[in-house]
């Protein structure tokens, strides 16, 4: 079985800093794309950056480009997202997400977490 856990999430005044985590199991981690996504209260979800198993390429949103860095660690089957100079308008659920066939970037992915909340105050 397909098992995303995210955590990391928290409380942070603007300009500050947050890492989340994707921990995964029940598949070959090597051979999947992960994707962190994320929704506010009234908005469509969004996808924020993402990573292929393969070659190692990212994606980013224009919107977090320069500020977030996605990254993994094989041996702990585990993606990060390293989240800088946050602000306001990054407050979202954060879902991390799974791709079989290693597709970075996706619209919508097959496997989801269950989200972690990230609040940034001003």
């Known amino acids: 079985e397909v098992q995303l856990v995210e955590s990391g999430g928290g409380l942070v005044q603007a300009g500050g800093s947050l890492r989340l985590s994707c921990a995964a199991s029940g598949f070959t981690f090597d051979d999947y794309a992960i994707g962190w996504f994320r929704q506010a209260p009234g908005k469509e979800r969004e996808g924020v950056s993402c990573?292929?198993?393969?070659?190692?390429?990212?994606y980013y949103a224009d919107s977090v480009k320069g500020r977030f860095t996605i990254s993994s660690d094989n041996a702990k089957n585990t993606v990060y997202l390293q989240m800088n100079s946050l602000k306001p308008e990054d407050t979202a659920v954060y879902y991390c997400a799974a791709d079989p066939f290693d597709r970075c970037p996706l619209v919508t992915y097959d496997y989801w977490g269950q989200g972690t909340q990230v609040t940034v105050s001003s």
């Open positions: 990573i292929s198993s393969s070659d190692g390429s990212t």
